[in-house]
């Protein structure tokens, strides 16, 4: 959708029968209903499990994967809101007072319940305000019943050497989208080893620099999508070697194909239109 409060929100309604999301992150906070079912997820190190009716809360940059785990699968809403509009729903506000969450799994039946009709609202997008509205109250209430101080990072030492060589990493892989560089080119120009590089990112990041640069051109390619781009054109734009390469990621990332997502999106801005 457009975007709540200037910020940009997208939404997502799914149900996963038996394909599981490969390892992945988020650039902004990830968070749902379980609305059928039962799924099972791995964060932070921990295989977790949200039934019917719980919150699912996962931070920007947490590796985390999903899938069913029964025979049925699972159904869920989720928003994907960025730090500035999560902010904008507490009192506090301000980038060093962004909410953090100790779990991923929260049981709190009643706003489950109220995420879920603020999706709805949003989704119909039949009355903005009321869209709006529930969204910032939801927010809110989950941060005020359930966030906690973020953990003070601390620099130096092995973590922060590792914090620092994923961060220069990301950056090369990012600048460099279609013709990335090499393992050994970037353990080089960093003076290390591919082990120590591959070792460090890992650690960081939860995943090989190969799966973050995937996803990364996930992102991207749905910027390109939303924009009106077709899959073929928008694999190319990103670096991907064809529209079947950026499908396999894309559905392991999105959990839908890029033509049904940008038919989503597409659908959706009529529906506003026509509203």
Known sequence: ????????????????????????????YAIGVT???????RYRGEKVYSGAGSV????????HTGGPALPE????????????????ATSSGGPSALPHFREAIIDDQGLGEALRLAHRALRLG???LEGESRLLNVLGTLVARHAVQAPKIVSGGRRGDAGRIARAVTAR???????????????????????????AFRDTVGMPPYA??????????????????????????????DQ??????????????????RNSVQDSMVRRIAS
């Open 1 to 28: 959708m457009d975007g709540v409060q200037g910020s940009p929100l997208d939404l997502l309604t799914a149900r996963i029968g038996r394909r599981h999301y490969a390892p992945h992150i988020h650039d902004e």
């Open 35 to 41: 609305v059928a079912g039962l799924e099972t997820m």
């Open 56 to 63: 699912v809360v996962v931070e920007p940059g947490e590796a």
């Open 73 to 88: 699968g699972f159904a869920y809403r989720c928003f994907y809101p960025d730090a500035e509009l999560l902010s904008a």
């Open 126 to 128: 039949e009355d903005p």
């Open 173 to 199: 892989l990012s600048d460099e989208l279609l013709t990335p560089p090499t393992l050994a080119e970037v353990a080089d120009d960093l003076e290390l080893s591919r082990y120590q590089l591959l070792r």
């Open 212 to 241: 973050w640069l995937a996803q990364y051109r996930v992102m991207r390619a749905r910027t390109l999508l939303e924009a009106g781009h077709r899959p073929a054109e928008v694999a190319a734009l990103v670096g991907f070697a």
């Open 244 to 261: 079947a390469h950026l499908t396999r990621w894309f559905r392991r990332v999105v959990g839908v194909t890029p033509g049904v997502y």
